[in-house]
DNA sequence: GCATTACATAACCATCAGGTTATAAAACTG
DNA sequence: CAGTTTTATAACCTGATGGTTATGTAATGC
């Protein structure tokens, strides 16, 4: 289902650790301890944050040697996009198609049914 | 800082409810008890969700006699879509650019630096 | 075969998220 | 003033997050 897609790529991405990874993989694979490298952080901390970002099919990973190098994925990010885009445009229409103005009107009228 | 709000505002999108009310509010303002009305759920859950929201500033809260109604703010959507849409042009750049394949190249002669 | 490198897994801990019920508070209604 | 409606807060529980250290495992190099 596409809510529980969203739910995993949106909580992926609501670390900043596990941000930087992906800003650090939109330039090209990486290994694990390539990305452990700039934190302050231990290696399976790291390996943690990947299998989130894994489980959220933001990252794939191949196999050279002992390395697990990881690749970015494009198709999440996509949808969350989407998502964003959908509800943004949708709000957006709405204010410029001067509903607030309705809207307002509404509500007094509402509030003036309640009080009669 | 930015850091921060991404934060705040993808982990209040990690969640199906919350991205219901926001699909709800970006079709207009609602009170606590409307939003409240679709869910199987207490309404202090709803609250919380709402707090959640407006800790992100994905909403702000009027005052209509008892009511509190909600109103959707664009801001915090335009910087995670923002945010979003950076690392995906940066990914899908280099794709484009075909530094996928130089990419592998150097990726093999690291593998023979290592094993010479 | 043995040591090393790169990574994963397990066990543990503190904190937080998401829900509940019960209660308080604020504003209207009669 | 007493009662109702709407919302917020408090106290509590459960399970998930995000980190740790210690250990296991898979592939390579000598």
Redesign the interface.
């Known amino acids: 289902m596409l ?1 529980e897609r ?2 995993a790529t ?2 992926a ?4 650790t596990r ?1 930087a990874i ?2 650090r ?5 990486a290994s694990v301890m390539e990305l452990a490298a700039p934190f302050a952080m231990s290696q399976p901390a790291i390996s943690k944050h990947l299998k989130v970002l894994e489980r959220a099919g933001l990252v794939s990973r191949g196999r ?2 002992q390395r697990r ?1 990881c690749r ?1 994925e ?1 198709a999440p ?2 949808e ?2 989407d ?3 959908r ?2 445009a ?3 229409a ?1 204010f410029s198609r001067l ?1 607030t103005l309705l ?1 307002e009107m509404k ?1 007094k009228e509402k ?1 003036h049914e ?1 009080k009669k």
Chains 1, 2 share one sequence.
């Open positions: 809510a969203l739910d949106f909580m991405l609501a670390d900043p941000r992906i800003a993989l939109s330039q090209g694979e050279d040697a190098p970015l494009a990010l996509r969350a996009t998502w964003l885009e509800y943004r949708r709000m957006e709405r509903d809207e509500a509030r309640r």
